[in-house]
């Protein structure tokens, strides 16, 4: 078999950490500061400190409240507003723990954010419970400086597809090859992390670009992914320009000129899109009241904390972002001209699957495999994405999973490469420069963006149009092992092409089993099961590959029991007992009293 340099460039680190955006590059400072002996890696196909989903965001970073009450006060409301009960709580109330700190810790790593007179960071409060600081938009700069200066060592323009793993199925590296040069890549480490975004779809993703190579990566090494049918997210969008309203979820109108929000939320003030609001848009245009427009000239307080407009006082935007924005938009109107203060809106739909199952380490089911980031957004049962948690996101796991790493790291030595699966992972990555066929990877990402168009396959889902897509999921398999390239760019294309799939198979998969709707930023809608049904779906779908290589799916019962927050009428099932309502649980009245108080506040915001 010859020497491993026979095969590429071997590289060895005790952390290689995959993926060079917020999430990678606040891990590698975290670990390399946690024990400044160990030799990080960090890996990005793109140039680190220019690349990744943050790029150019700026949009501020989530944290929680310092306050003693801030955590069962934000618990109440991420259970509710979001996926509602699907929470796995006890991480969530860690995570909520951790991101106390996650600004701070920013600041300390030389990232701008929003400031007193005396440099301490500076909040505003919208969400119960949880704070949102200002942050510039070029954080990943600052990071990547500040990650040099700690000693952690980046390679720019390496993407990996496969990873490595030893005798007992630990994963111990990862093989890909140079996006300019094309040579191949070998990595070992003692620990690896995968901070690779999730996968975007290409078009339907928009500005987010992730591919799902590191979920197919850690799907093919036995990662379980997790709840993948909660992957379309929904917001309300200039129809000229396709981009974000911020904060115009109020402010919507029919060619009546009703208030659609209104109409179909009733009087609650809404701080992020809604199912409720998404269908009866939806609804309003069957109707033929369209089309929808947003009144800009009468901005509330939501429009003006999120999108910025007549609040000079905002901290979510720095005067960076704000300069950015400007930029933007100047450029918007040169090319499609002005939107105007009553422009015409729409709904967008974006795919993000994010499903790679980690525990509250971070640590997925596969011996020496961390994920961090929003890779694992639904895979970590955390579902409570709000404005600023992507930032927020990547920070947070991070912290969260450093401790582990490092100790993992500490007390495990290389394993020895199998040069035999370090052949087979080459010849398979190579594979599509060797093929004499005309089919391109064009072809597999064109017939997948068009679903941007058809909300019956992304919101209005139907046993019809979910079988309809795995149908075609099928069509494409079989034209995968035929797509061809001519140069690393369009190698990765193959690759990715097929990742897409892939992911794009778990998320209807476990949306024909989920039946029933429930969700809002993420929503899942059947139209034959309209309804939340607390009573037969409280369960989490796992997914995993199987051993004769076909995808398995497999359920979990959320154990209720176990978590402070439930839905009314909730009874635990026989055979199990209660775990949390205890008398010497001290977390069972604050839980209790911080539900009361959620529930007092919602209705004064009724009322109002």
């Not at 700190?101 to 440099?119: A, F, I, L, R, W």
């Not at 006082?313 to 090319?335: N, P």
Request: charged content about 25%; hydrophobic content about 35%.
């Amino acid at each position: 078999m010859g020497e491993i340099k026979d095969y590429g460039k071997l590289y060895q680190s005790d952390i290689l950490i995959v993926g060079g955006s917020i999430s990678g590059l606040t891990l590698a400072i975290k670990t390399k500061e946690m024990n400044p002996d160990l030799d990080v890696l960090v890996i990005d196909k793109g140039v680190i400190g220019w690349t990744g989903q943050a790029t150019k965001a700026g949009n501020g970073i989530r944290a929680t409240r310092k306050e003693p009450e801030a955590i069962p006060m934000a618990m109440c409301y991420q259970v509710h507003a979001h996926t509602e009960f699907l929470n796995d709580q006890i991480f969530l109330m860690k995570y909520l723990e951790v991101q106390r700190d996650n600004v701070e810790y920013m600041q300390h790593c030389g990232v701008k954010t929003s400031v007193d007179e005396d440099g301490n960071v500076t909040y505003f409060d919208m969400v119960p419970g949880m704070d949102c600081a200002g942050v510039e938009i070029n954080i990943n700069r600052s990071l990547r400086a500040f990650a040099l200066k700690c000693g952690v060592r980046l390679l720019s323009r390496v993407n990996v597809f496969e990873l490595l793993t030893g005798k007992n199925g630990r994963v111990i590296g990862s093989i890909g090859f140079d996006m300019d040069s094309g040579e191949c890549r070998i990595f070992q480490a003692k620990t690896v992390v995968l901070a690779t975004q999730g996968c975007h779809f290409k078009k339907i993703g928009l500005e987010f670009m992730g591919y799902g190579t590191g979920v197919g990566a850690a799907y093919r090494a036995g990662a379980v992914m997790s709840n993948p049918e909660f992957s379309t997210q929904t917001d309300v969008v200039f129809k000229k320009t396709n981009t974000p309203i911020y904060g115009a979820f109020n402010l919507v109108y029919n060619q009546k000129g009703e208030n659609v929000t209104k109409k179909y939320c009733g009087d609650q003030t809404l701080y992020e899109v809604s199912t409720e609001l998404v269908m009866g848009m939806l609804e309003e245009v069957k109707q033929g009241n369209g089309p929808l427009w947003c009144d800009l000239e009468h901005p509330d307080e939501v429009r003006a904390i999120f999108g910025g407009q007549g609040h000079t006082m905002l901290m979510r935007m720095l005067d960076d972002k704000m300069q950015w924005e400007e930029h933007v938009f100047k450029k918007t109107i040169r090319s499609f001209g002005d939107v105007g203060l009553t422009p015409e809106m729409t709904i967008k739909m974006v795919l993000q699957v994010e499903p790679i199952h980690v525990d509250m380490d971070y640590k997925t089911n596969v011996e020496g495999l961390w994920a961090v980031g929003k890779v694992t957004g639904q895979g970590a049962c955390y579902f409570g994405w709000t404005r600023g948690d992507g930032l927020g996101n990547a920070t947070t796991t991070s912290l969260m999973a450093a401790p582990s790493v490092v100790a993992f790291t500490e007390t495990h030595d290389f394993e020895e490469l199998d040069l035999t699966q370090v052949a087979k992972m080459k010849e398979k990555i190579y594979a599509p420069l060797n093929r004499n066929t005309t089919h391109k990877p064009k072809e597999i990402f064109d017939r997948i963006e068009r679903y941007i168009f058809q909300t019956d396959k992304l919101i209005t889902k139907t046993d019809e149009s979910i079988q309809s897509v795995l149908d075609e999921v099928e069509e494409m398999k079989k034209i995968i092992p035929e797509l061809t390239a001519n140069d690393p760019h369009s190698l990765a294309k193959c690759l990715e092409a097929a990742d897409n799939v892939l992911c794009l198979e778990m998320v209807f998969r476990a949306a024909r089993e989920r039946k029933e709707s429930r969700g809002q930023m993420y929503p899942h809608y059947r139209m034959e099961y309209p309804q939340m049904d607390n009573e037969n779906c409280l369960y989490w779908i796992h997914l995993r590959q199987g051993e004769n290589g076909e995808m398995e799916l497999f359920k979990e019962d959320i154990p209720l029991w176990k978590y402070p927050i439930r839905p009314q009428g909730y009874k635990i099932p026989e055979g199990q007992k209660e775990e949390f309502y205890v008398p010497d649980n001290p977390l069972a009245p604050v839980y209790l009293e911080a539900q009361k108080r959620m529930a007092e506040a919602m209705q004064k915001q009724e009322a109002k």
